[in-house]
């Protein structure tokens, strides 16, 4: 079955410390995508990316990083500089064209809290 | 003002109500809409999707778009304690990355 594997699914980091997010996909997508949900604040988009190699900022990119040397794969990286990263965060997934573009397909997320 | 607004509820309703979950956007050029289900610390999943305005119906859900109004509904009939759950609207224009409301907690009790 195809879809989109997010690991790991809970995760606890001690402050200081950077945490790297795995988000792997075999829908063949060639764009994804990093949102962070925060009780009663909705899905805000952290980082995206259309095509390999290459990525944009969303609203809320501080603190964060990503890579996309696959398109299989686009880890997330929430590094000591973000002041508030216990969070639940979604990584997606979607076709760049054709019937279905621009409709994400979601993982089932992974939980961060910083202790 | 965010670009699509969404009241977060929470919504009760009994079972078999006809529910109606709401949303309004800023963006003219916002042309795709689309309404995600997300069970508690689920990944939200695609309900419905609508281009442009009009009515889609599936099965018990309907999606609504008013671009006149820049209003977007879904109703859900005969609504059951497994609709209980999180939905949340998002719009785009086509070539940007989709915009979220913040989501309406709905409670469908037996």
């Known amino acids: 079955d195809g879809g989109i594997t997010q690991s790991p699914k809970y995760l606890f980091r001690k402050e200081g410390q950077n945490v790297t997010l795995s988000c792997e996909q075999n829908?063949?997508?060639?764009?994804m995508y990093w949102y962070r949900q925060d009780p009663g604040q909705g899905l805000r988009l952290i980082y995206y990316?259309?095509?390999?190699?290459?990525?944009q900022k969303g609203d809320i990119a501080e603190g964060y990083s990503v890579s996309r040397e696959k398109k299989e794969s686009f880890p997330l990286t929430v590094t000591s500089a973000q002041k508030n990263p216990t969070a639940f965060y979604l990584c997606?997934?979607?076709?760049?064209?054709?019937?279905?573009?621009?409709?994400?397909?979601f993982g089932a997320g992974s939980r961060l809290t910083v202790l | 003002q965010k670009e699509v607004e969404q009241d977060p509820g929470p919504l009760s309703v009994p079972e078999g109500a006809i529910v109606s979950l709401n949303c309004t956007y800023s963006?003219?050029?916002?042309?795709?809409f689309m309404w995600y289900r997300q069970y508690s610390r689920k990944g939200p999943e695609l309900l419905m999707y609508?281009?442009?305005?009009g009515n889609k119906e599936d099965g018990r859900f309907t999606a609504q778009v008013d671009k006149s109004s820049k209003y977007i509904s879904l109703f859900i009939r005969d609504s059951q304690p497994s609709d209980s759950a999180t939905y949340l609207c998002?719009?785009?224009?086509?070539?940007?990355?989709?915009?979220f409301g913040k989501g309406t907690r709905l409670s469908v009790i037996a």
């Open positions: 997606a997934s979607s076709r760049e064209t054709g019937p279905g573009a621009n409709v994400l397909t």
């Open positions: 963006n003219s050029a916002f042309q795709y």
């Open positions: 990316s259309q095509i390999v190699n290459d990525f």
């Open positions: 829908l063949n997508h060639d764009a």
């Open positions: 609508t281009y442009s305005s």
């Open positions: 998002a719009s785009n224009s086509g070539n940007t990355p989709l915009v």
